[in-house]
């Protein structure tokens, strides 16, 4: 097995970096070491590269010169290919092994795989092409590949590796002498290229081994990609165009080309300024930059040209093979796939913030983890705490035979269907799940491409039990709510497991359905949150009365109405009681004006205004605020097949209050970390609120009570692991690998 060293060369990019070196975590490969040099970086960088401090080789370069940082990582590497990543940018997981098989040829010297642009989703470039006098451009993504027929010595057009992803056999470097230190930024991989083919080496073009390439702002370009600063691309192109181009023209071509080129960057220059993206000030100093650039370049040919360095320098500087570890070996890597209409950043629901949490805990542990969810203007992939997100903008598409669906949920479903095919074949998923909730895995299901793994929500025959003003519009009744309740019961009969938060959603499931699940479908998973520190306790944190939290959208299935009537009865008894209400507090009532404009209208409002704050939706760091700050954490929902808010709460070391109803009660033990109430019974409510506001001890007994049970039951890497292995037996039973499965489902 080749050994690779894999060097990222980085200026001012801390953010980045973290994430490119995150990213290196996640490869299959299991036999390389990374390398960073440092440019004068000062943002931060150093305190990134402190946390590797032992796992990666850390080098500094004074100048801002890629080149010269380049070959300092060369010096340094001990494998036997180096390759080459942007500090901006991060590899599929399998990106070496599909480097490594260009390397079985021996007349390979360079290879190099397709990159994303900065969605993540549109291709860079597939394959890379330039001429003698340095013009560049890439193929069309169904072109020819071009290493057979343009890897040639002295080849007028030929093939080379765009920087961001590349690699390189090290001898091979050494041999002609690393980059030519001539051109800090723009042609340094394109010129590497080229003397390596013109030694009779090859460069191959790969149609695999990814990177995904943000093509972020820096110190030469803005935040919208516009290079403002052209001084290095000018003199670059024509030192190139000098240095490479009479081997196959004459002069005077050489200087037409370079002419045209200038031409060309003038009117994009204008362009960019037109469009505001870059000043009249920095078209000046482009004018002033191209006459010196011509200067520069032609003056560096003169005086002998290429900067290269001797073997000698290469290896005084080789240093000791420094293994990267790997979250987990490939073979032992799960490949899955998520759907969730919502993720985060933003404000998100319950099932993405799920989703979230299952996401990022399996990354984790180490398994290839896709999300896919609604995206907004054009698709794009990112890579976001070890979890590739892939934002897909909903396209229409012609409705199935059969089952009925509603046209927008089949146009979502269906484009999330696209996607999840495109990953599949370019690397097999184990499974797909998908939310009851809008059976948006519908498409899916039907492609049978994939496993499909249905999670229990509240089902939408419980929504509409517990919201009967839906069924009021009896268009939407007919043509929308039961078409998707058919939906939900079809997703359930048909799927190849079922994915259930509680052992209350799978009762409740079968009683609206009147469906009986096969049990070695099922398996009982509870959600988890994390990670939260642990809270500091004290008797009384301020002198004021304890705060009580409400989470949730302000609906009658979420029990708003009953909390405010219990804010009502508690007011007088507790002078110095605060409530805090968090959510979407827009939704009309049954009564038609919103929960927040019927409190508003009650005649005792105005002695209860300044103790109850309504703060709308929040995102998920205010959301973290407001948990840390309350005292008594109150879910009065008439029905929760879960409760991850209670979760949440106990997280954050609080006592809660739920009603005795669905998952809730499997979360809540009663007189340990809160209480359990009848749901729609305010009194009982505001009676379980007030044995906990009169007694600080209480609140405190049962706080560490909670804290105790989330650590125990409910974190996320909990979560993940039973996941871990529920995914990894549904897989073995569907490939014929499992024999029997645990009590209780797929796994226990």
């Not at 990666?56 to 010169?65: D, F, G, M, T, Y």
């Not at 560049?136 to 010595?153: E, G, I, K, Q």
């Not at 009384?540 to 804010?567: H, M, Q, S």
Request: net charge negative.
């Amino acid at each position: 097995m080749l050994s690779f060293s894999v060097v990222i060369n980085t200026f001012n990019r801390a953010k980045s970096l973290a994430c490119t070196l995150a990213s290196l975590r996640q490869l299959d490969y299991p036999l390389f070491e990374v390398i960073v040099v440092n440019g004068p970086s000062t943002d931060g960088t150093d305190a990134v590269l402190s946390q590797y401090e032992g796992q990666v080789k850390i080098l500094s370069c004074a100048e801002r010169n890629l080149a010269i940082s380049r070959n300092l990582g060369i010096a340094a590497a001990a494998g036997q290919i180096v390759a080459f990543i942007d500090d901006d940018a991060y590899p599929d997981p399998a990106w070496l092994d599909c480097l490594s098989v260009a390397f079985k040829d021996d007349e390979v010297a360079a290879a190099g795989g397709p990159t994303y642009d900065y969605t993540g989703y549109k291709l860079q470039a597939k394959y890379s092409l330039a001429t003698r006098t340095g013009g560049a451009w890439v193929s069309a993504a169904d072109d020819r590949n071009p290493t057979d027929l343009l890897d040639r010595p002295y080849s007028n057009v030929f093939p080379y590796t765009i920087g961001t992803n590349s690699c390189f056999r090290r001898a091979r470097l050494v041999e002609i002498g690393g980059f030519d230190e001539e051109f800090e930024y723009y042609l340094d991989e394109t010129d590497l290229c080229l003397r390596l083919i013109d030694r009779g080496y090859l460069v191959r073009a790969l149609d695999d081994g990814f990177v995904y390439h943000k093509f972020l702002e820096s110190h030469m370009r803005t935040h919208t990609r516009s290079l403002r600063d052209r001084f290095s691309v000018l003199k670059n192109r024509v030192y190139f165009a000098l240095k490479h181009g009479r081997v196959t023209t004459s002069f005077y071509h050489v200087c037409c080309d370079l002419v045209a080129f200038i031409d060309q960057q003038r009117k994009d220059f204008l362009w960019n300024v037109e469009h505001g993206f870059l000043t009249k000030a920095e078209y000046t100093a482009f004018e002033a930059d191209i006459p010196r650039a011509f200067d520069v370049g032609f003056s560096r040919i003169v005086e002998g040209g290429e900067r290269t360095r001797s073997a000698t320098w290469f290896a005084e500087r080789e240093t000791p093979f420094l293994p990267f570890r790997t979250l987990r070996p490939a073979a032992e890597k799960l490949h899955l796939c998520l759907l969730s209409q919502e993720y985060p950043p933003g404000v998100i629901n319950g099932i993405a913030r799920f989703t979230h949490e299952m996401a990022r805990g399996l990354a984790e542990r180490g398994h290839q983890v896709h999300v896919l969810t609604a995206g907004q203007h054009h698709h794009r992939v990112d890579l976001e705490d070890g979890v590739w997100v892939h934002r897909i903008v909903p396209e229409h598409h012609p409705l199935p035979a059969a089952p009925v669906v509603p046209q927008d949920r089949w146009n979502y479903s269906a484009s999330l269907c696209e996607e999840v095919l495109r990953i599949h074949r370019h690397r097999p998923l184990d499974l797909v799940q998908a939310p009851i909730w809008d059976s948006e895995g519908i498409a899916t299901l039907l492609a049978d491409a994939v496993p499909v793994v249905i999670s229990l929500h509240t089902p939408l025959p419980v929504a509409l039990e517990i919201s009967p003003h839906w069924a009021a519009d009896r268009n939407a009744l007919q043509t929308r709510i039961r078409p998707l309740i058919a939906l939900e019961r079809f997703c359930l009969e048909n799927c190849s497991a079922i994915l259930a938060n509680s052992n209350a959603i799978v009762g409740e499931i079968e009683r609206v359905h009147v469906i009986q699940l096969e049990p070695d479908k099922v398996h009982v998973i509870p959600h988890g949150f994390g990670a939260v520190p642990r809270p500091i306790y004290s008797p009384e944190r301020d002198a004021g009365g304890p705060n009580v939290l409400f989470v949730g959208r302000l609906e009658r299935r979420k029990g708003i109405d009953i909390f405010l009537e219990a804010v009502a009865l508690l007011a007088d008894r507790f002078p110095s009681m605060t409530f805090t209400v968090v959510g979407d507090d827009r939704i009309p009532s049954s009564e038609g004006p919103t929960y927040r404009e019927l409190f508003q209208r009650r005649p005792d409002h105005a002695q209860l205004q300044s103790r109850t704050h309504f703060t709308g939706r929040v995102d998920d760091e205010q959301l973290a605020r407001f948990y840390a700050d309350c005292d008594i954490f109150v879910a009065p929902s008439r029905y929760e097949s879960f409760g991850l808010i209670l979760i949440e709460a106990m997280a954050n070391g609080k006592p809660v209050i739920a009603c005795d109803v669905g998952g809730m009660r499997e979360i809540v033990v009663e007189g340990e970390n809160g209480f359990l109430v009848p749901p729609g019974n305010s009194e009982k409510l505001a009676d379980a609120i007030g044995r906990l506001a009169q007694s600080p001890a209480l609140r405190e007994h049962m706080a560490l009570r909670s804290r105790e049970l989330y650590e125990t039951r409910f974190t996320r890497s909990v979560m993940a692991e039973r996941t871990e292995r529920f995914c990894a037996l549904l897989a073995a039973r569907i490939k014929g690998d499992a024999t029997e499965c645990e009590p209780g489902g797929l796994a226990a």
